[in-house]
């Protein structure tokens, strides 16, 4: 019975494929250093690769999506200095499956970074502090358009940004 028990666990484990993480490796910040007199509400949000392989960032759903300078959607979590939400006022675009060019590719080493001027996009407080986090999905590969015209199914991880807080200012 020890014999046979040996053997199943050798071939269950023989058959178990390993999944690698996708966001190990990466790193989401948020920064603000206030220092713009005409966008002082504005944060670089920054996606590094530290990782050895490349990985699929999926632009389109995140801040790296920026069609005519606008957001696509909310995504960022802003809450206020009594933890409130605060209101998205952008656009909302909706996209269809997600072909290779909605996703950014980054090398082993790899940065890439955008400036988004949050009071363009939210309702803002008038004073107060707020404090703003993101994420971006990011996949080992890019998923592939089925027959059907759907997405295939991949699993990915949600890369969390830090949590940058930051006193709202009225743009000169």
């Known amino acids: 019975m020890t014999f046979f028990r040996r053997v199943t666990s050798l071939i269950v484990l023989s058959c178990v494929v390993p999944v690698v993480d996708a966001s190990e490796g990466m790193e989401l910040t948020i920064s603000h250093d206030g220092r713009s007199i005409s966008e002082p509400n504005t944060v670089v949000v920054t996606l590094s690769n530290k990782s050895g ?85 990011v996949y080992d590969r890019v998923p592939e358009i089925m027959p059907n015209g759907e997405s295939e199914d991949l699993p990915y991880e949600s890369v969390k940004s830090n949590v940058e807080s930051f006193y709202v200012a009225k743009p000169a």
């Open 53 to 137: 392989r490349e990985v699929f960032a999926y632009r389109d759903h995140s801040a790296f999506s920026k069609p005519q300078g606008r957001l696509t959607g909310a995504w960022f979590k802003i809450t206020d200095s009594f933890n409130r939400p605060v209101v998205y006022k952008g656009r909302s675009v909706f996209f269809g499956a997600p072909s290779a060019s909605a996703f950014i590719r980054l090398e082993p080493g790899e940065t890439v970074s955008v400036s988004v001027d949050l009071s363009r996009e939210y309702e803002l407080p008038i004073a107060g502090k707020v404090a703003v986090a993101t994420s971006v999905a």
